[in-house]
Structures are given as C-alpha cells and as structure tokens.
C-alpha cells in the first residue's frame, strides 16, 4: 500500500493531538531519509506514551474516535488501520515487549523531519539497518537501502555505536548479517 507525505504527517499530528508519543521505527524511516514522497508499507510506530500493552483501551477509543479500524500486531500490540488516499495505511504500535528490543539511547537519538507543517520523529537509517539486521528478515530489501544511503552517505561510526548496545552473541550475528547486505567494514 501507498500512502503520500501529507497523509504520514496527518497520522502523526493527530496521534500527537490526542496524547500520542511516537517514533518511526520502521522502512518508513529509510525512505523519508531518502527524500521519497510517496510512502510504502505498514507505519512502524515505537509508542514512548501511553504504553500500547497496557493502554489498549486507550488506542481502542482513540481508534473508535477518529473512525479507525483496531487490530493486532504479530507480538499482540494494537495496529491502527486508516483510511488513505489509495487504500489503507496499517499503523503498527510497538514498544519493548517480547521480542521487540531497541535501546533507549536508539530511540532518543533521533531525526526530525518538518512535513506538512508537523513535526515528524523518526529513528536514524543507520539505526534502522541494525534493528533490521537484527531482527533477520527482509535482508534483500535492506541490501537495497543500503545501497541508496551509501550513495547519500551512510555513517558506520553510529551503526557501529548501535552495534554496541546489544550483548556480544547478538552482536556478533547482526555483524554477519550486515556483511551479507554490503557493510564489510564492520
């Protein structure tokens, strides 16, 4: 599904407006670090407040209240399905539950981007790629941006900072799945 910058920035004021605290965890983040104006997949929000496994009743009013659909997360955590220009856009809420795992110092560090008049939060791409790698799906598509971000510039001093936020085991298999994708010099 396809969704335009202007309905991204809708999303987000109004999450904001009703007490929503979010950061874009997911390929959405990629693509706005490479200037895309349209948008592709699920929104992949990591919910600082209110907590999405606690306050499910909050995002089930919150959904009632703006005419959204409520559903589930493959962890069990609320999704938002909302109507967009070219179908619906699928608005999946996450926090550190299950296997969901990324560092606080991840989540402050991040890039903000003004769109349509709203400030949009969203994690670094060189952050992206480690939880990614870490997570081993999507490989090939990962391969891909990184491809396009070594073009514009990648900063491998702060996917090596993010490597250091795991344990060593974890570590060193997320190294191995960045050199599968083209980061050798890890």
Known sequence: MK??????????KTLEEEGVQAVIIGDTSIQLALGFNELEGDLDLFVLN????????????????????ISTTEVGT???????SE????????????DIDIPLE???????????????????PEY????????????????KYVAY??????NLKLIEYA????????????QDRLRSIGLETL
């Not at 609320?78 to 967009?84: D, G, K, T």
């Not at 179908?87 to 299950?98: I, R």
């Not at 402050?108 to 949009?120: C, F, K, M, Q, S």
């Open 149 to 154: 971000l070594k073009q514009k510039g990648l």
């Open 50 to 69: 209110p907590s999405p496994v606690a306050e499910k009743d909050f995002f089930n009013q919150l959904a009632d209240k703006n005419n959204w659909e």
């Open 106 to 124: 991840i989540l402050e560090d991040i890039v903000e981007y003004r769109l349509a008049g709203t400030r949009i939060k969203a994690i670094k």
């Open 78 to 84: 609320p999704s938002i399905i909302i109507s967009v």
């Open 87 to 98: 179908g619906h856009l699928v608005v999946e809420l996450y926090e550190n539950y299950m």
């Open 163 to 174: 490597l250091s936020l795991y344990p060593e085991d974890e570590k060193e298999l997320i």
């Open 3 to 12: 969704y335009k910058i202007e309905e991204l920035a809708e999303v987000i």
């Open 128 to 143: 992206y790629i480690v939880l990614k790698a870490r997570q081993g799906i999507d490989l090939d598509k990962l391969k």
